[in-house]
């Protein structure tokens, strides 16, 4: 076999691996969805400000529910504006502390 159909095999491998986390994803979304609502924010220890969405799309299935976030630390962009967190109320540039 070739570098790439090895690659190729040893991802697809995996793939159960990731519909297993996918799967996992979505049922802590919805369940966040629930508990703070369509639209909500909430904060992370680490000062990365999530806001729950229901994503928008034409051509793409996409799930119902989703989220933005702020950027972590060593990423250029988050999917969420710095901006529109701090107009929420949020302050994405101190992590909360652990009480």
């Avoid at 609502?37 to 996409?62: L, R």
């Avoid at 989220?67 to 109320?89: F, H, M, P, V």
């Amino acid at each position: 076999m070739t570098d790439a159909q090895k690659r190729f095999v040893e991802l697809e491998k995996r793939k159960t691996e990731w519909k297993t986390y996918l799967d996992e994803l979505t049922e802590a979304t919805q369940a966040v969805a629930d508990e703070v609502g369509i639209g909500n924010y909430f904060q992370d220890e680490e000062a990365t400000v999530y806001k729950v969405v229901v994503p928008q799309g034409k051509w793409v299935v996409f799930p119902t529910i989703g989220y933005l976030r702020t950027k972590r630390e060593g990423e250029e962009r988050g999917t969420l504006s710095i901006k529109e967190a701090r107009e929420q109320g949020f302050n994405p540039e101190n992590p909360i502390p652990d009480f």
